[in-house]
């Protein structure tokens, strides 16, 4: 078994949107400022109880909170967040509900709304209000009292099932 002391730093791998970056880290530091000093600042922090789900990315194919996860613990593992979504400057289909149907305002929630909505529709790809509320319970928003993001959720369901989205 590796024993990193708390003064030493451990090396790591993280594949982030499909670039591979090593880094040396601390074992107390969290994933969340990690990403953000490696450039993905699109990657928020709106808490510090795991509450907010700002800092939402999805790590192996699921949402996690990256404010909870120590970066040590993420080491080998693939991740996204809302940088690597669009394809060629081309918006992803979710992208382009929460424009269309005004799902954003100060866009500060943005960032890990869309990527637990991706989450969400790859886990049912056809949900109705009710489990789209559960769906992204975990997300907060101040600023548009959600209901443009269900709408903005119903309708990447809708365009997502059409083959008009291929790369997804
Ligand atoms: S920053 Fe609030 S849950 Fe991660
Ligand atoms: S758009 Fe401002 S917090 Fe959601």
Redesign the pocket.
Known sequence: MKIIEKDQKAKITLKVNGEVHQVEVEPRRLL?HVLRELGYTGVH???DT??????TVILNGRSV????LLAVEADGSEILTVEGLSKDGKLHPIQEAFWDNHGLQCGYCTPGMIMEAYWLLKENPDPTEEEIREGISGNLCRCTGYQNIIKAIKDASLRLSQKAYPHQ
């Open positions: 969340v922090i709106g808490c795991s509450n907010c789900g700002a800092c909170k990256s404010c909870t």
